[in-house]
């Protein structure tokens, strides 16, 4: 049997895009579950809180000529970031018409929370090569 709860969300964000060739923003979302139950915080699910706060700030630049665009978002949670959260760090660049890589890292960064501690050493590369013909 499901005990569903209402949850309200509230998204509030700001983007600065005067920087040449790029834009810096912040987001903020706070989360509400109506007619809260100490039931509800427990492992299965995700030890979910009544109210959750989560906090982004996203970077991002192009350079040479915009052929290679720079992105970093970093989205952590908790009213003062102690609840956990990633890191990512980005690129794409266009090589040529038909070429393009792209690659970067992500940062799990532990916290309060057990389930971003048991993600925390799980840091991420990646990359990827496209070819179209």
């Given amino acids: 049997m499901s005990d569903a709860k209402a949850r309200t969300d509230l998204l509030l964000g700001i983007e600065y895009s005067g920087i040449t060739d790029g834009s810096i923003g912040y987001k903020v979302a706070i989360r ?21 706060y989560q906090q982004v700030v996203r970077f991002n630049q192009f350079y040479f000529n ?28 266009v090589i040529d018409d038909q070429t393009s890589i792209s690659g970067g890292v992500i940062d799990y960064m532990g916290g309060d929370l057990p389930v971003f501690e048991d993600i ?7 990359a990827k090569v496209s070819f179209l013909f």
């Fill in 32 to 52: 509400n579950i109506h007619d809260y139950s100490h039931l509800i915080n427990i492992k299965s699910n995700g030890f979910k809180s009544k109210r959750e």
């Fill in 66 to 93: 915009q052929t290679l665009d720079l992105t970093v978002v970093i989205s952590v949670f908790g009213k003062s970031v102690q609840v956990g959260g990633s890191a990512r760090v980005s690129f794409d660049y």
């Fill in 120 to 126: 925390k050493n799980n840091d991420r590369i990646f």
